[in-house]
């Protein structure tokens, strides 16, 4: 038992001697990380939210957006861009109005990652601004460069108007439909396919229900936009909320 005992007391020994230097290895390295810590930067807040919406000064040219205009957040609008009363601009839309004129109009909506451009000159002869007059809707993933489209037209889904392009009023494309430079859409007509047929005259009924879906649209921003404050302002409120907590901004 005495021998027993012996070895007893000499395991715990050696235990206990190998173990102190692993709890002074790991004393150390909690101060090591303490000391080691990242201070964040004072205007992190500001940097954090100041991007949300881009809007892009060129030269002697601003974006102007009206007042009751939707404009998303993640929006690029550069240079000669107009987004009229009622209008709206969906979520990863791209409005480069660098070399020329881009105007939405009154209650018309550009759909999610359209891409808007104006050349400097259009090939054709025709005016090279992109102009998107009332109720107008673009679908989604659309390319428009150098186009004009009338009141009261629907672009499907995935569309390419080229430059020079002229979609009159009351006209449809469908989804997919490819406009070359030059062409003019008739009147009242729906075209489809690549490059854009015509397919077929449209009834009175769906010539009524074109400003009903701009209207539609419209109505429904009407609920985004009561979700956003104003551009550049969403920092100060997150400070303004800091400090009342008593967090160093």
Avoid at 85 to 97: F, I, K, T
Wanted: net charge neutral.
């Amino acid at each position: 038992m005495a021998a027993l005992a012996r070895i007893s007391r000499k395991a715990l020994t050696s235990f206990s001697s190998s173990a102190q230097p692993t709890s002074l290895h790991r004393t150390f390295a909690a101060e090591a990380s303490k000391s080691a810590a990242i201070t964040p930067s004072p205007d992190r807040v500001k940097w954090d939210y100041r991007g949300q919406r881009k809007i892009i000064p060129l030269g002697q040219w601003l974006p102007k957006i009206a007042v009751d205009a939707y404009v998303a957040p993640n929006v690029v609008l550069a240079g000669q861009v107009t987004v009229n009363d009622g209008a709206s601009v969906w979520p990863g839309s791209v409005l480069r109005g660098d070399l020329n004129k881009i105007t939405v109009g009154f209650c018309s909506n550009v759909q999610e990652r359209c891409v808007l451009h104006a050349a400097w000159s259009s090939p054709t002869g025709l005016p090279a601004e992109t102009s998107i007059e009332r109720f107008v809707t673009i679908g989604a993933y659309s390319l428009l460069r150098s186009c004009t489209i009338e009141p009261e037209c629907i672009i499907g889904q995935h569309s390419i108007l080229m430059e020079g392009s002229l979609v009159e009023t009351h006209a449809i494309l469908e989804a997919g439909s490819v406009v070359p430079p030059g062409r003019r859409i008739p009147t009242g007509e729906l075209w489809a396919g690549n490059p854009a047929r015509f397919v077929r005259t449209l009834t009175h009924e769906e010539t009524l229900e074109i400003p009903k879906l701009a209207v539609a649209i419209n109505d429904l921003s009407k609920e985004y936009f009561q979700e956003f404050l104003p551009y550049s302002t969403v920092y100060l409120e997150v400070e303004k909320f800091k400090k009342s907590l008593g967090i160093s901004i």
